[in-house]
């Protein structure tokens, strides 16, 4: 297929890898956290990590957005869609997250108007067709997808579409970074930035992580060769002794951003003081809410929330897994309190998560795998 | 090199609790299936995880018996000195026509191809309709048409059925639920628990047409694609199949939860793992590309005309020459191999080179938005 298939080549990956191998000092580790889901997703599916040289580890990071929701929000907005007459429009992943009392599609099935959708403006959609009713978008996501949730509020404005509204869960992923790097057992080397939160807000913003914390940032594309790509790119610096913020993704990142969106979303939306994130704890300045102005497109202020904090069980040690700092299986509630059936924190929500691929696959030796996988297809 | 004893006792440690954790999840893995929702969720419909549990833990618990337990496509049962094959399905789809087909046409073939995965011969149907107030009588003789031409392609009668009508808004219009007896006079054993490493998996043609097909006609994603579904009959193409390769171990139709969730029912049944080859597995680029933009995996598409079949290793020419000596196989593939270990996984040589396992999904393959 065009625009895919020749960032997934296998001889190229075989010569990017050769030199990422290159580059590996003796007696060194290098740690590196991608910090976008959809990083995780595309290392996960193209089995990525088999090109990686022992010496490189690769540490999922908190961008993916369904995965950081808390359970108390999930609670809110159950209870927004148990409302008469409301219809609770998701994107699909978020419909499986539980919350303190079930997911979306518990909900649903016991009898709450819940339905998928692809973008906000679908359910501005159906909106539209159902004057009747009171449209609720469950707005989740990065920098990524705060400006189609904005455009959509400010659509519905113009059209005067007044049974929508929007609960807004965007977070932004700078504070989520900070509170990574002010950790005082960090181990990364460097990161790999997030391409779709860069095409708006740009790499302008993680010059900080350079100069300040002297951790190299690559902001890297979604294709596997991207990947690859990028990391050369973190070990090019260590090796030159540099730190910088480099941009692999330059053929859709600008690197001032996006003005025009981050327009929409400041024109629409305003930082929260602080935000819950699962696993990680209050952080502040970290999410975004609806701004007075559009009052009446904000969920929020329309319905009265329970607003109850379901709390992370305090042995909970995402935080911990998503630096680096433990391994899935030392966390406390590993595996007992905390499964891929009742996950407690992020990295047990989503599949990719290292705890819940640990979880699933972590009694298989990984080189095994790689192994017999390679002989047995080789034999075809 | 030598490394200080302290060293060594710490390493040790550390595997050793490693160990005791990974001890506790396989305790919790045996335990018996167990539904944990209060209220069946759509998950429970989708053919993966939930929906083994929910069987495993509510049907089969109360149903046991040996023609049940292996919980294949259909039971085979020794009767008056023969073999005779029995199966059902219910089928409901939105919408109820789609490029390629309709319910009618899914609801004949369907339960023609879940005989002939027993290496049976399919001789009879029966059809039981759940019909909406205010569904359109000519719609209902379109969808009675398509079962009509469809039984008649696949050289069965359809022989007794059922009507029921329920309130407007208590059905989507039209559910239907077929059953089908056909007869296995082959000497053939087939069995998802019979895959042997050396084994090869076969594919007949290329995966997820129906299913991209049915996303598509929904009209959510405001897409267009010259696709159809692939609702087809399959027992003359198992027949071929048996004549060339009698040892073959095991065929199923690749509809709900698509091939990864049979390899994995294949690798847990059989205790073995099930090597898959990405580059060699039959995709269409129409349904790749959807796929690329859904975020799901093709591997997890329904088909609802295509076969997965384990032969012994020495037959694989003549399996796959069988296959596509029909036009309904044309595209048939060798896509993989059964090895003896890790069993019970299903593992994946990616097109980029990689390696993977293929879990079972939980539900339906969800869209991400990231």
């Known amino acids: 297929m065009r625009y895919v298939d020749e960032f997934r080549d296998a001889d190229t990956a075989q010569a990017v890898a050769a030199q990422i191998a290159a580059l590996c000092e003796p007696d060194r580790h290098y740690t590196f956290m991608e910090v976008c889901g959809g990083h995780t997703h595309t290392i996960y599916k193209h089995g990525l990590e088999d090109y990686l040289p022992e010496a490189v580890t690769l540490v999922h990071g908190p961008g993916c957005p369904v995965c950081v929701i808390p359970m108390g929000r999930v609670d809110d907005a159950i209870a927004i869609a148990e409302q008469p007459d409301v219809i609770l429009t998701s994107f699909g992943d978020m419909l499986r997250v539980p919350g303190g009392r079930g997911s979306f599609l518990d909900a649903k099935a016991a009898g709450a108007d819940i339905r998928m959708v692809y973008s906000p403006l679908d359910a501005l959609k159906i909106a539209r067709n159902n004057p009747d009713k009171r449209v609720v978008f469950m707005a989740i996501g990065f920098e990524t997808t705060a400006p189609s949730t904005a455009m959509t509020v400010l659509r519905a404005a113009a059209e005067g579409i007044d049974n929508f509204s929007i609960f807004c869960n965007h977070v932004t992923i700078i504070p989520a970074i900070k509170a990574i790097l002010d950790s005082p057992d960090l181990r990364l080397d460097g990161f790999l930035g997030p391409g779709h939160v860069s095409t708006v807000i740009g790499c302008r913003p993680y010059e900080f992580i350079a100069r300040d914390h002297g951790k190299p940032l690559v902001t890297a594309g979604f294709e596997p060769l991207d990947i690859l790509a990028s990391v050369l790119m973190l070990m090019r610096q260590i090796a030159e002794g540099r730190a910088d913020v480099e941009n692999q993704y330059a053929r859709v990142v600008p690197w001032h951003g996006n003005r025009r969106a981050l327009e929409v979303i400041g024109e629409v939306m305003e930082l929260r003081p602080y935000f819950e994130w699962r696993g990680l704890g209050f952080i502040s300045q970290s999410a975004l809410q609806v701004r007075e102005a559009y009052a009446s497109y904000d969920a929020e202020r329309i319905f009265e929330l329970p607003g109850v904090r379901v709390a992370d069980p305090k042995a909970c040690q995402c935080g911990e897994v998503l630096k680096g700092v433990l391994k899935p299986w030392e966390c406390k509630v590993f595996g007992t309190a905390c499964t891929p059936e009742t996950p407690i924190g992020t990295c047990m929500v989503s599949s990719e998560g290292a705890c819940a691929a640990y979880y699933n696959f972590g009694r298989f030796n990984r080189s095994h795998v790689r192994e017999i996988t390679l002989t047995e297809v080789g034999r075809s | ?370």
């Not at chain 2, 001890?23 to 335990?31: A, K, L, Q, S």
Request: glycine share 10%; with cysteine; net charge negative.
């Open chain 2, 1 to 370: 090199m030598t490394v200080e004893p302290a060293a060594t006792s710490e390493v040790h440690r550390q595997h050793d609790r490693e160990q005791e954790v990974l001890d506790r999840i396989e305790r919790i893995r045996r335990r018996p299936a167990r539904v944990r929702e209060e209220r069946i969720t759509l998950a429970h419909g989708a053919g993966g995880k939930a929906t083994h549990t929910l069987i495993e833990a509510v049907f089969l618990e109360a149903f046991r018996n040996p023609a049940l337990e292996p919980l294949d496509d259909g039971a085979v049962l020794d009767l008056l000195g023969g073999r005779l094959a029995v199966t059902t399905d219910a089928f409901v789809v939105s919408p109820l026509f789609f490029p390629g087909g309709c319910i009618g046409d899914l609801a004949v073939n369907g339960t023609v191809n879940d005989l002939a995965m027993t290496g049976a011969r399919p001789v009879a149907l029966s059809a039981s309709f759940v019909l909406e107030e205010g569904f359109p009588v000519e719609e209902l003789q379109r969808v009675a048409a398509a079962m009509a031409a469809s039984a008649q392609a696949a050289g069965v009668q359809i022989v007794t059925g059922d009507t029921k009508v329920v309130q407007r808004g208590k059905g989507d219009g039209c559910y239907i639920t077929t059953s089908g007896v056909g007869v296995v006079d082959r000497p053939v054993r087939l069995s998802a628990s019979a895959a042997q490493p050396g084994d090869v998996v076969l594919v007949s043609g290329p995966i997820g047409d129906h299913g991209v097909t049915v996303m598509l006609a929904r009209g959510d994603l405001d897409l267009d694609a010259d696709i159809s579904s692939d609702t087809a009959p399959l027992h003359e193409l198992a027949g071929r199949l048996l004549d060339a390769v009698p040892e073959t171990r095991l065929l199923r139709d690749a509809t709900r939860g698509g091939v990864a969730t049979i390899l994995n029912e294949v690798a847990t049944a059989s205790a073995v793992a099930v090597v898959v080859d990405e580059a060699a597995v039959p995709v269409q680029p129409v349904v790749t590309g959807a796929c690329e933009l859904l975020g799901i995996d093709p591997l997890y598409v329904a088909c609802e005309g295509r076969l997965v079949a384990v032969v012994p290793g020495s037959d694989v020419d003549a399996g796959l020459a069988a296959l596509q000596s029909l036009p309904v196989g044309a595209g048939a593939a060798v896509i993989g191999r059964i090895a003896d270990d890790p069993a019970g996984l299903v593992l994946l040589k990616t097109g980029f080179g990689g390696s993977r396992i293929v879990d079972m999904l939980v539900g339906d393959p969800l869209p991400r938005i990231c």
